[in-house]
Protein backbone atom coordinates (compact mmCIF):
# COMPACT_ATOMS: atom_id res chain seq x y z
CA UNK A 1 0.00 0.00 0.00
CA UNK A 2 1.54 3.36 -0.76
CA UNK A 3 1.79 5.87 1.80
CA UNK A 4 -0.54 9.15 1.44
CA UNK A 5 1.87 11.83 0.15
CA UNK A 6 2.72 14.71 2.36
CA UNK A 7 4.49 16.92 0.12
CA UNK A 8 3.50 17.27 -3.27
CA UNK A 9 6.22 16.23 -6.55
CA UNK A 10 8.15 19.21 -8.44
CA UNK A 11 6.13 21.85 -9.58
CA UNK A 12 6.34 25.29 -10.45
CA UNK A 13 6.81 27.09 -7.15
CA UNK A 14 10.19 24.64 -6.67
CA UNK A 15 11.69 26.49 -10.36
CA UNK A 16 11.08 30.53 -9.51
CA UNK A 17 14.34 31.94 -8.24
CA UNK A 18 15.82 35.27 -7.31
CA UNK A 19 19.47 35.31 -8.21
CA UNK A 20 21.18 36.38 -4.94
CA UNK A 21 24.46 38.38 -4.62
CA UNK A 22 28.35 37.50 -3.14
CA UNK A 23 31.32 35.81 -3.80
CA UNK A 24 31.37 31.71 -3.35
CA UNK A 25 34.01 30.67 -0.54
CA UNK A 26 34.20 26.91 -1.41
CA UNK A 27 35.47 24.59 -3.96
CA UNK A 28 34.34 21.02 -5.65
CA UNK A 29 36.00 18.37 -4.84
CA UNK A 30 34.59 14.69 -6.03
CA UNK A 31 33.36 11.94 -3.55
CA UNK A 32 32.32 8.64 -4.20
CA UNK A 33 32.44 10.10 -8.11
CA UNK A 34 29.94 12.77 -7.26
CA UNK A 35 31.05 16.38 -7.71
CA UNK A 36 30.78 18.32 -4.02
CA UNK A 37 30.79 21.54 -3.14
CA UNK A 38 32.89 22.05 0.10
CA UNK A 39 32.51 25.01 2.20
CA UNK A 40 35.11 24.79 5.54
CA UNK A 41 34.94 26.48 8.12
CA UNK A 42 38.02 28.82 9.38
CA UNK A 43 40.21 28.18 12.23
CA UNK A 44 38.59 30.90 14.44
CA UNK A 45 35.90 28.88 14.10
CA UNK A 46 36.12 25.39 14.48
CA UNK A 47 36.18 23.82 18.10
CA UNK A 48 36.24 20.43 19.12
CA UNK A 49 35.17 17.29 17.02
CA UNK A 50 34.67 18.42 13.23
CA UNK A 51 30.97 19.04 12.97
CA UNK A 52 29.77 18.07 8.88
CA UNK A 53 26.52 19.39 7.28
CA UNK A 54 25.66 17.29 4.72
CA UNK A 55 23.53 19.46 2.50
CA UNK A 56 21.01 18.44 -0.05
CA UNK A 57 19.96 20.97 -2.60
CA UNK A 58 17.07 21.98 -4.48
CA UNK A 59 16.80 21.70 -8.01
CA UNK A 60 19.34 24.00 -8.65
CA UNK A 61 22.06 22.59 -7.14
CA UNK A 62 24.70 22.78 -4.82
CA UNK A 63 26.55 24.79 -7.27
CA UNK A 64 24.01 27.70 -7.89
CA UNK A 65 24.97 30.93 -6.08
CA UNK A 66 21.96 30.89 -3.46
CA UNK A 67 22.90 27.68 -2.21
CA UNK A 68 26.63 27.82 -2.13
CA UNK A 69 26.49 31.29 0.17
CA UNK A 70 23.89 29.42 2.23
CA UNK A 71 26.62 26.53 2.75
CA UNK A 72 28.92 28.70 3.08
CA UNK A 73 27.49 30.87 6.07
CA UNK A 74 26.97 27.32 7.45
CA UNK A 75 30.72 26.64 7.28
CA UNK A 76 31.18 30.20 8.73
CA UNK A 77 29.61 28.83 11.98
CA UNK A 78 32.09 26.12 12.20
CA UNK A 79 31.19 23.19 10.18
CA UNK A 80 32.06 21.36 7.15
CA UNK A 81 29.62 21.42 4.64
CA UNK A 82 29.68 18.83 1.91
CA UNK A 83 26.66 19.85 -1.19
CA UNK A 84 26.43 17.28 -3.27
CA UNK A 85 25.95 17.58 -7.13
CA UNK A 86 23.07 14.56 -7.91
CA UNK A 87 22.25 16.45 -10.93
CA UNK A 88 25.75 15.50 -12.39
CA UNK A 89 26.11 19.33 -13.91
CA UNK A 90 22.44 19.34 -15.19
CA UNK A 91 20.38 21.81 -13.12
CA UNK A 92 16.86 22.95 -13.61
CA UNK A 93 18.07 26.36 -14.28
CA UNK A 94 19.98 25.79 -17.27
CA UNK A 95 16.81 24.51 -19.32
CA UNK A 96 15.68 27.45 -21.18
CA UNK A 97 15.01 25.52 -24.36
CA UNK A 98 11.15 25.70 -25.42
CA UNK A 99 11.05 22.28 -26.05
CA UNK A 100 12.35 21.14 -21.64
CA UNK A 101 10.32 18.40 -20.19
CA UNK A 102 10.72 19.16 -17.00
CA UNK A 103 8.88 15.79 -15.62
CA UNK A 104 11.81 13.75 -17.82
CA UNK A 105 14.27 15.72 -16.42
CA UNK A 106 12.69 15.13 -12.70
CA UNK A 107 12.41 11.47 -13.23
CA UNK A 108 16.18 11.22 -15.06
CA UNK A 109 17.19 13.19 -11.62
CA UNK A 110 15.48 11.11 -8.77
CA UNK A 111 17.00 7.92 -10.46
CA UNK A 112 20.46 9.35 -10.46
CA UNK A 113 19.82 10.45 -6.67
CA UNK A 114 18.81 7.48 -5.91
CA UNK A 115 21.70 5.56 -6.58
CA UNK A 116 24.76 8.10 -6.15
CA UNK A 117 23.12 9.48 -2.22
CA UNK A 118 24.02 5.93 -0.11
CA UNK A 119 27.55 5.76 -1.66
CA UNK A 120 28.06 9.20 -1.53
CA UNK A 121 27.39 9.17 2.31
CA UNK A 122 29.34 6.31 3.01
CA UNK A 123 32.33 8.11 1.51
CA UNK A 124 31.31 11.06 3.60
CA UNK A 125 31.41 8.94 6.42
CA UNK A 126 34.54 7.61 6.05
CA UNK A 127 36.44 10.41 4.84
CA UNK A 128 35.55 12.70 8.21
CA UNK A 129 35.26 9.45 10.66
CA UNK A 130 33.47 8.30 13.28
CA UNK A 131 34.43 11.11 15.65
CA UNK A 132 32.51 13.68 13.84
CA UNK A 133 29.18 14.68 14.68
CA UNK A 134 26.82 14.94 11.35
CA UNK A 135 23.81 16.66 10.81
CA UNK A 136 21.76 16.62 7.46
CA UNK A 137 19.85 19.74 5.82
CA UNK A 138 17.27 18.99 2.77
CA UNK A 139 15.70 21.74 0.55
CA UNK A 140 12.90 20.91 -1.80
CA UNK A 141 14.25 18.10 -3.79
CA UNK A 142 16.40 17.28 -1.33
CA UNK A 143 14.34 16.78 1.80
CA UNK A 144 13.49 12.74 1.54
CA UNK A 145 17.98 12.90 1.14
CA UNK A 146 18.40 14.68 4.14
CA UNK A 147 15.55 12.51 6.31
CA UNK A 148 17.67 9.28 4.39
CA UNK A 149 21.08 10.49 6.37
CA UNK A 150 19.31 11.52 9.28
CA UNK A 151 18.49 7.38 9.55
CA UNK A 152 22.41 6.62 9.84
CA UNK A 153 23.92 6.13 13.23
CA UNK A 154 26.34 8.78 13.16
CA UNK A 155 23.82 11.44 12.36
CA UNK A 156 22.56 13.53 15.37
CA UNK A 157 20.25 16.05 13.69
CA UNK A 158 18.56 16.98 10.88
CA UNK A 159 16.40 19.96 9.17
CA UNK A 160 14.45 20.61 5.91
CA UNK A 161 13.13 23.81 4.53
CA UNK A 162 9.89 23.96 1.95
CA UNK A 163 10.51 20.06 1.24
CA UNK A 164 9.05 18.16 -1.52
CA UNK A 165 8.62 14.38 -2.63
CA UNK A 166 7.74 13.48 1.28
CA UNK A 167 5.51 11.07 2.32
CA UNK A 168 3.76 9.90 5.47
CA UNK A 169 6.10 7.16 6.13
CA UNK A 170 8.74 9.85 6.31
CA UNK A 171 7.74 11.58 9.09
CA UNK A 172 6.87 8.15 10.64
CA UNK A 173 10.43 7.18 10.61
CA UNK A 174 12.35 10.18 12.05
CA UNK A 175 14.05 9.18 15.09
CA UNK A 176 16.63 12.16 14.94
CA UNK A 177 15.56 15.58 15.97
CA UNK A 178 13.83 17.70 12.78
CA UNK A 179 13.60 20.78 12.70
CA UNK A 180 11.36 22.00 10.08
CA UNK A 181 11.29 25.02 7.90
CA UNK A 182 7.81 26.01 6.30
CA UNK A 183 6.43 28.58 4.17
CA UNK A 184 3.00 29.63 4.55
CA UNK A 185 2.22 29.30 1.11
CA UNK A 186 3.61 26.21 -0.16
CA UNK A 187 1.23 24.30 -2.81
CA UNK A 188 4.17 21.60 -2.46
CA UNK A 189 3.68 21.62 1.29
CA UNK A 190 0.31 22.79 1.99
CA UNK A 191 -1.06 23.83 5.46
CA UNK A 192 -3.44 20.53 5.62
CA UNK A 193 -0.16 18.61 5.30
CA UNK A 194 1.97 20.23 7.36
CA UNK A 195 -1.04 19.84 10.39
CA UNK A 196 -0.95 15.49 9.45
CA UNK A 197 2.79 15.53 9.71
CA UNK A 198 2.97 17.43 13.55
CA UNK A 199 0.26 14.88 14.13
CA UNK A 200 2.29 11.61 13.01
CA UNK A 201 5.58 13.73 14.69
CA UNK A 202 3.52 13.61 17.53
CA UNK A 203 1.88 10.51 18.11
CA UNK A 204 5.20 8.83 17.54
CA UNK A 205 6.72 10.85 20.30
CA UNK A 206 9.19 12.49 18.10
CA UNK A 207 11.75 15.07 18.90
CA UNK A 208 10.84 18.29 16.41
CA UNK A 209 10.10 22.14 15.88
CA UNK A 210 8.03 23.44 13.40
CA UNK A 211 8.99 26.82 12.10
CA UNK A 212 5.92 28.51 9.54
CA UNK A 213 7.53 31.75 8.34
CA UNK A 214 4.17 33.89 7.43
CA UNK A 215 4.37 36.07 4.09
CA UNK A 216 6.76 33.78 2.22
CA UNK A 217 6.15 31.29 -0.60
CA UNK A 218 8.28 27.61 -1.69
CA UNK A 219 11.75 28.39 -1.79
CA UNK A 220 12.04 30.95 0.74
CA UNK A 221 14.85 29.63 2.29
CA UNK A 222 17.31 29.61 -0.97
CA UNK A 223 15.15 31.60 -3.39
CA UNK A 224 13.80 34.60 -1.87
CA UNK A 225 13.70 37.99 -2.77
CA UNK A 226 16.64 39.54 -0.51
CA UNK A 227 15.52 42.74 -1.42
CA UNK A 228 11.78 41.74 0.30
CA UNK A 229 12.99 42.73 4.50
CA UNK A 230 10.00 39.89 5.28
CA UNK A 231 11.45 37.23 2.89
CA UNK A 232 15.13 38.16 3.78
CA UNK A 233 14.75 38.03 7.22
CA UNK A 234 13.02 35.09 7.11
CA UNK A 235 15.47 33.06 5.03
CA UNK A 236 18.57 34.34 7.40
CA UNK A 237 16.35 32.99 10.46
CA UNK A 238 16.15 29.59 8.83
CA UNK A 239 19.81 29.07 8.49
CA UNK A 240 20.61 30.60 11.81
CA UNK A 241 17.59 27.94 13.63
CA UNK A 242 19.09 25.42 11.86
CA UNK A 243 22.47 25.94 13.16
CA UNK A 244 21.55 26.37 16.21
CA UNK A 245 19.63 22.92 15.70
CA UNK A 246 22.59 21.41 14.74
CA UNK A 247 25.11 22.99 17.80
CA UNK A 248 22.18 21.84 20.05
CA UNK A 249 21.36 18.01 18.79
CA UNK A 250 24.24 16.54 19.64
CA UNK A 251 23.37 13.10 20.97
CA UNK A 252 26.06 12.21 23.97
CA UNK A 253 27.26 8.43 22.98
CA UNK A 254 29.44 8.09 25.77
CA UNK A 255 32.82 8.89 24.76
CA UNK A 256 34.90 10.29 27.42
CA UNK A 257 36.71 12.71 25.16
CA UNK A 258 33.72 14.37 24.35
CA UNK A 259 32.25 14.94 27.68
CA UNK A 260 33.54 18.67 28.22
CA UNK A 261 32.06 19.88 24.71
CA UNK A 262 29.08 18.13 25.64
CA UNK A 263 28.64 19.92 29.13
CA UNK A 264 29.21 23.38 27.27
CA UNK A 265 26.73 22.38 24.68
CA UNK A 266 24.14 21.58 27.04
CA UNK A 267 25.02 24.29 29.52
CA UNK A 268 24.40 26.57 26.67
CA UNK A 269 21.24 25.24 25.08
CA UNK A 270 19.46 25.64 28.45
CA UNK A 271 20.20 28.86 28.62
CA UNK A 272 19.30 29.78 25.73
CA UNK A 273 15.96 28.19 26.30
CA UNK A 274 15.24 29.35 29.91
CA UNK A 275 15.65 26.27 31.33
CA UNK A 276 16.66 26.77 35.26
CA UNK A 277 20.16 25.25 36.33
CA UNK A 278 18.20 23.37 38.65
CA UNK A 279 16.67 21.07 35.82
CA UNK A 280 20.19 21.03 33.34
CA UNK A 281 20.51 17.78 34.56
CA UNK A 282 16.94 16.16 33.46
CA UNK A 283 17.70 18.25 30.15
CA UNK A 284 20.68 16.41 29.76
CA UNK A 285 19.39 13.40 30.01
CA UNK A 286 17.51 13.85 27.45
CA UNK A 287 20.84 14.20 25.10
CA UNK A 288 21.89 10.96 26.32
CA UNK A 289 21.57 7.19 23.83
CA UNK A 290 21.13 3.79 24.53
CA UNK A 291 22.09 2.30 27.84
CA UNK A 292 23.66 4.98 29.10
CA UNK A 293 20.49 6.92 29.32
CA UNK A 294 18.43 4.17 31.36
CA UNK A 295 21.74 3.91 33.70
CA UNK A 296 21.63 7.74 33.79
CA UNK A 297 17.70 7.77 34.68
CA UNK A 298 18.27 4.99 37.73
CA UNK A 299 21.04 7.19 39.04
CA UNK A 300 18.91 10.14 39.03
CA UNK A 301 16.23 8.21 40.81
CA UNK A 302 18.69 6.62 43.01
CA UNK A 303 20.32 10.32 43.58
CA UNK A 304 16.94 11.67 44.56
CA UNK A 305 15.79 9.30 46.88
CA UNK A 306 18.62 9.45 48.75
CA UNK A 307 19.23 13.02 49.04
CA UNK A 308 16.04 14.31 49.38
CA UNK A 309 16.50 17.03 46.81
CA UNK A 310 13.67 17.45 43.78
CA UNK A 311 16.51 17.93 41.07
CA UNK A 312 20.04 16.61 40.75
CA UNK A 313 22.32 19.29 41.05
CA UNK A 314 24.57 19.75 37.70
CA UNK A 315 28.21 19.69 38.95
CA UNK A 316 27.15 16.29 40.83
CA UNK A 317 25.52 14.98 37.43
CA UNK A 318 28.72 15.88 35.80
CA UNK A 319 30.86 13.86 38.56
CA UNK A 320 28.91 11.08 38.15
CA UNK A 321 28.60 10.77 34.42
CA UNK A 322 31.95 10.80 34.04
CA UNK A 323 32.22 8.00 36.90
CA UNK A 324 30.23 5.79 34.88
CA UNK A 325 31.61 7.04 31.26
CA UNK A 326 35.35 6.21 32.31
CA UNK A 327 34.40 3.09 33.97
CA UNK A 328 32.72 1.69 31.28
CA UNK A 329 35.86 2.69 29.19
CA UNK A 330 37.97 0.63 30.98
CA UNK A 331 35.74 -2.57 31.40
CA UNK A 332 36.11 -1.90 27.27
CA UNK A 333 39.63 -2.02 27.25
CA UNK A 334 40.43 -4.65 29.85
CA UNK A 335 40.52 -8.35 28.77
CA UNK A 336 38.49 -10.86 30.63
CA UNK A 337 41.09 -14.09 31.70
CA UNK A 338 39.08 -17.05 32.80
CA UNK A 339 39.21 -20.43 32.34
CA UNK A 340 35.49 -21.03 31.37
CA UNK A 341 36.07 -20.72 27.73
CA UNK A 342 32.88 -21.94 26.67
CA UNK A 343 31.68 -18.59 28.34
CA UNK A 344 33.95 -15.97 27.82
CA UNK A 345 32.81 -15.10 24.63
CA UNK A 346 29.47 -14.90 25.72
CA UNK A 347 30.28 -12.46 28.61
CA UNK A 348 32.58 -10.20 26.91
CA UNK A 349 29.83 -9.68 24.51
CA UNK A 350 27.69 -9.19 27.05
CA UNK A 351 30.41 -6.54 28.61
CA UNK A 352 31.02 -5.46 24.76
CA UNK A 353 27.00 -5.13 24.47
CA UNK A 354 26.55 -2.91 27.80
CA UNK A 355 28.97 -1.74 29.15
CA UNK A 356 27.29 1.22 30.67
CA UNK A 357 25.31 -1.52 33.11
CA UNK A 358 28.56 -3.02 34.54
CA UNK A 359 30.08 0.25 34.64
CA UNK A 360 27.02 1.75 37.07
CA UNK A 361 27.89 -0.86 39.62
CA UNK A 362 31.58 -0.25 39.24
CA UNK A 363 31.29 3.56 39.42
CA UNK A 364 28.80 4.30 42.50
CA UNK A 365 26.86 6.65 43.13
CA UNK A 366 27.95 9.58 45.53
CA UNK A 367 25.21 11.01 47.78
CA UNK A 368 26.54 13.74 50.40
CA UNK A 369 30.03 12.14 50.42
CA UNK A 370 28.62 8.89 50.62
CA UNK A 371 29.09 5.51 47.90
CA UNK A 372 25.62 3.95 46.89
CA UNK A 373 24.82 1.33 45.18
CA UNK A 374 22.21 0.79 42.90
CA UNK A 375 20.29 -2.69 42.89
CA UNK A 376 18.24 -1.54 39.91
CA UNK A 377 21.19 -1.61 37.59
CA UNK A 378 21.44 -5.24 38.69
CA UNK A 379 18.02 -5.59 36.91
CA UNK A 380 19.11 -3.96 34.03
CA UNK A 381 22.23 -6.35 33.91
CA UNK A 382 19.87 -9.57 34.54
CA UNK A 383 17.32 -8.49 31.88
CA UNK A 384 20.23 -7.55 29.53
CA UNK A 385 21.44 -11.66 29.75
CA UNK A 386 17.97 -13.44 29.54
CA UNK A 387 16.38 -13.26 32.94
CA UNK A 388 13.17 -11.74 32.28
CA UNK A 389 9.60 -11.79 34.21
CA UNK A 390 8.54 -14.60 32.02
CA UNK A 391 11.58 -17.16 32.96
CA UNK A 392 14.72 -17.59 30.61
CA UNK A 393 15.00 -16.30 27.41
CA UNK A 394 15.60 -18.50 24.71
CA UNK A 395 19.02 -18.23 22.75
CA UNK A 396 20.22 -15.95 25.55
CA UNK A 397 23.60 -15.63 27.52
CA UNK A 398 21.12 -16.66 30.77
CA UNK A 399 20.01 -19.94 28.81
CA UNK A 400 23.76 -20.67 28.28
CA UNK A 401 24.26 -20.35 31.48
CA UNK A 402 21.44 -22.71 32.59
CA UNK A 403 22.52 -25.24 30.02
CA UNK A 404 26.71 -25.14 30.63
CA UNK A 405 26.28 -25.43 34.64
CA UNK A 406 22.72 -26.61 35.61
CA UNK A 407 21.75 -28.81 32.54
CA UNK A 408 17.92 -27.42 33.50
CA UNK A 409 18.15 -27.17 36.80
CA UNK A 410 17.49 -24.07 38.56
CA UNK A 411 18.70 -23.78 41.71
CA UNK A 412 21.44 -21.92 43.80
CA UNK A 413 22.69 -18.14 42.18
CA UNK A 414 20.78 -19.34 38.97
CA UNK A 415 17.37 -19.40 40.92
CA UNK A 416 18.03 -16.10 42.59
CA UNK A 417 18.81 -14.25 39.72
CA UNK A 418 15.57 -16.16 37.51
CA UNK A 419 13.94 -14.57 40.96
CA UNK A 420 15.69 -11.34 40.55
CA UNK A 421 15.04 -10.50 36.51
CA UNK A 422 11.26 -11.69 37.12
CA UNK A 423 10.39 -9.93 40.47
CA UNK A 424 13.02 -6.38 39.57
CA UNK A 425 13.99 -6.53 43.95
CA UNK A 426 17.89 -7.40 43.56
CA UNK A 427 18.18 -9.95 46.60
CA UNK A 428 20.85 -9.15 49.28
CA UNK A 429 24.53 -9.37 48.71
CA UNK A 430 24.95 -12.54 51.56
CA UNK A 431 22.00 -14.71 49.53
CA UNK A 432 23.85 -14.11 46.43
CA UNK A 433 27.26 -15.12 47.85
CA UNK A 434 26.06 -17.52 49.77
CA UNK A 435 24.39 -19.43 47.15
CA UNK A 436 27.29 -18.82 44.54
CA UNK A 437 28.74 -21.79 45.29
CA UNK A 438 26.79 -23.83 43.87
CA UNK A 439 28.79 -23.03 40.52
CA UNK A 440 31.81 -21.39 41.93
CA UNK A 441 33.46 -17.92 41.46
CA UNK A 442 33.73 -18.19 37.70
CA UNK A 443 30.99 -16.53 36.52
CA UNK A 444 31.03 -13.75 38.97
CA UNK A 445 34.96 -12.85 37.95
CA UNK A 446 33.61 -13.14 34.34
CA UNK A 447 30.87 -10.33 35.42
CA UNK A 448 33.31 -8.15 38.06
CA UNK A 449 36.58 -9.76 37.84
CA UNK A 450 38.51 -7.09 36.23
CA UNK A 451 37.24 -4.20 39.02
CA UNK A 452 40.39 -4.12 40.65
CA UNK A 453 40.44 -0.55 41.72
CA UNK A 454 40.94 -0.27 45.59
CA UNK A 455 38.20 2.32 45.38
CA UNK A 456 35.42 0.00 44.28
CA UNK A 457 36.53 0.73 40.84
CA UNK A 458 35.64 4.54 40.82
CA UNK A 459 38.10 6.19 38.45
CA UNK A 460 39.28 9.79 39.49
CA UNK A 461 36.68 12.10 38.83
CA UNK A 462 38.22 15.15 38.89
CA UNK A 463 40.40 14.16 36.02
CA UNK A 464 40.73 16.67 33.48
CA UNK A 465 39.64 16.54 29.81
CA UNK A 466 41.34 18.13 26.84
CA UNK A 467 38.75 19.46 25.10
CA UNK A 468 37.25 22.75 25.45
CA UNK A 469 33.39 23.88 25.51
CA UNK A 470 32.49 25.28 22.21
CA UNK A 471 32.11 29.02 22.24
CA UNK A 472 28.25 30.58 22.40
CA UNK A 473 26.34 31.29 19.43
CA UNK A 474 28.02 34.11 17.58
CA UNK A 475 24.21 35.49 16.34
CA UNK A 476 22.22 34.48 19.11
CA UNK A 477 22.55 37.92 21.16
CA UNK A 478 20.67 39.85 18.27
CA UNK A 479 18.76 37.14 16.68
CA UNK A 480 17.03 35.12 19.62
CA UNK A 481 17.35 31.58 19.08
CA UNK A 482 14.36 29.10 18.19
CA UNK A 483 12.66 27.55 21.37
CA UNK A 484 13.85 23.90 21.26
CA UNK A 485 10.23 21.67 21.84
CA UNK A 486 11.98 19.34 23.77
CA UNK A 487 12.74 22.10 26.34
CA UNK A 488 9.13 23.34 26.49
CA UNK A 489 7.65 20.41 28.54
CA UNK A 490 10.78 21.27 31.03
CA UNK A 491 9.44 24.83 31.85
CA UNK A 492 6.19 23.16 32.46
CA UNK A 493 8.02 21.66 35.59
CA UNK A 494 9.85 24.84 36.69
CA UNK A 495 9.09 25.05 40.10
CA UNK A 496 8.14 28.55 41.85
CA UNK A 497 10.54 30.65 42.97
CA UNK A 498 8.91 32.68 45.70
Not at 73 to 101: C, K, N
Request: proline letters at 6%.
Amino acid sequence: MTSPVLAGPIGDCCVQSVKHEGQPLGKTIEIAGVATYLSEPSAQVQNGAKKVILFFPDVFGPFYLNNQLVQDYFASQGFYVLGIDYFFGDPVYIHTEADFHRPTWVEKSIRQAKEAVPKWIDAVLQLYGPDAKYSAVGYCFGGPYALEAAARDQTVAVAFAHPSRLTEDHFKNVTKPLLIAAAEIDNAFPAASRRRAIDILTENKATFHLQLFSGVVHGFATKGDPNDENNRWAKEEAARSMINWFISYPFFKGSSKDLTSWFGIVERACDENEVLDIQYSEAAIVFIQGDLAHVMEERQLRYLEKSGNLYWRWEEFKDDIRRVVLEAEKIMEEKTATPLDKTKAAFERLRAEHPFIFASAGAGLMVGGSLVIIPALGILALNAIGFTSTGVAGGSLAALIQSIFYRGATAGLFSILQSAGATAVMPAAGAIAGASSAIGAGVASLLYGSKKDSNNGSPDSSQPSTDSPPPPYPGHASHPPVNYAVYRSKRSKSPSLS
